[in-house]
């Protein structure tokens, strides 16, 4: 049987995704990406609406998006594997260049996604790629704080390697 | 997922209540555009227009929503009834947006 995920997003059919969180209008994907659950982050719309990082310009276009997670400490990068000691996210966009989603990485290379006022799930990142979200488009990463479980599970295993 | 046919969302039935016109388009809205961010694309679909349409007919059902559970009818509201009881710095609190308007329906009178 083909779930509405699948109807939406094709490249899930077959591949082994999760939900991990129910419906919830209070936060969305780049809401979720930047480890917010309670507000709707968007670079357009009323800011008595919609929440955007004050100072960052209010439009969609990726440039507003990577300036936004500049703020958190991110910063742009070019391989979407997994690296020791850091966190990423991955942006897409469609074939404007207008961005319409972000999914953040876990420790174990998989992706999580807010898929806008639907559930959580988790997935492989390219898998959400297609009509509804277009392709990825930018990736950026940050270091996990010093500290982090997964950050010194990642040095514990640099320094077994 | 189909998509809805723009003369299929305003087929009102002769015996069709507010609400099953309200709860029909609610559906058609979030079949269309519940997995989507952009606040433009969300506000703009026919049938959150159509909503919007419905004016003061609706609101008793949207706080009915939100007493449930946040819900972006937050965003439908301010349209509807010209007030922003939203507190300055909560934009995009969607849970503290549904309060503040329930608040703002208890002081208008509405039951839900």
């Not at chain 1, 979720?32 to 982050?41: E, P």
């Not at chain 1, 969609?60 to 958190?72: I, W």
């Not at chain 1, 966190?87 to 999580?112: D, L």
């Not at chain 1, 990736?139 to 599970?153: C, F, H, N």
Request: proline share 7%; net charge neutral; aromatic share 10%.
């Amino acid at each position: 049987m083909v779930t509405r995920f699948e109807d939406l997003f094709p490249g899930l059919r077959g591949s082994p995704y999760q939900v991990t969180a129910p419906p919830d209008p209070s936060y969305n994907c780049l809401a979720w990406a930047a480890g917010v659950t309670d507000a709707w982050w968007w670079p357009s719309g009323d800011p008595q609406q919609v929440y955007w990082p004050s100072g960052v310009p209010r439009e969609e276009t990726l440039g507003a998006v990577a300036a936004a997670f500049a703020t958190l400490g991110y910063a742009t990068c070019k391989h979407e594997g997994v690296e020791i000691g850091y966190e990423k996210i991955a942006f897409f966009a469609n074939a404007a260049g207008v961005p319409t989603h972000a999914a953040r990485q876990s420790s174990k290379g998989r992706w999580s996604s807010k898929l806008g006022q639907l559930e959580r799930i988790e997935h492989a990142l390219r898998d959400l790629e297609g009509a509804a979200y277009g392709v990825v488009a930018l990736l950026m990463k940050r270091p996990l704080p010093i500290g982090s479980e997964t950050a010194e599970r990642g040095r514990t295993i640099a320094r077994l390697a | 997922m189909a998509s809805v046919p723009l003369n299929q969302l305003s087929a009102t039935s002769p015996t069709e209540t507010i609400e099953q016109r309200f709860r029909r388009l609610e559906a058609a809205w979030i079949s269309e555009t519940g997995h989507l961010s952009s606040h433009e694309a969300i506000v703009n679909h026919p049938a959150f227009r159509e909503i919007i349409s419905m004016r003061d007919a609706v609101i008793p059902f949207m706080l009915q929503d939100l007493a449930e559970r946040p819900r972006l009818w937050v965003w439908a509201l301010p349209e509807i009834t010209r007030a922003d009881p939203v507190s300055p710095g909560d934009g995009g609190k969607v849970a503290k947006m549904s309060e503040a308007w329930l608040r703002w329906g208890r002081e208008h009178g509405y039951q839900w």
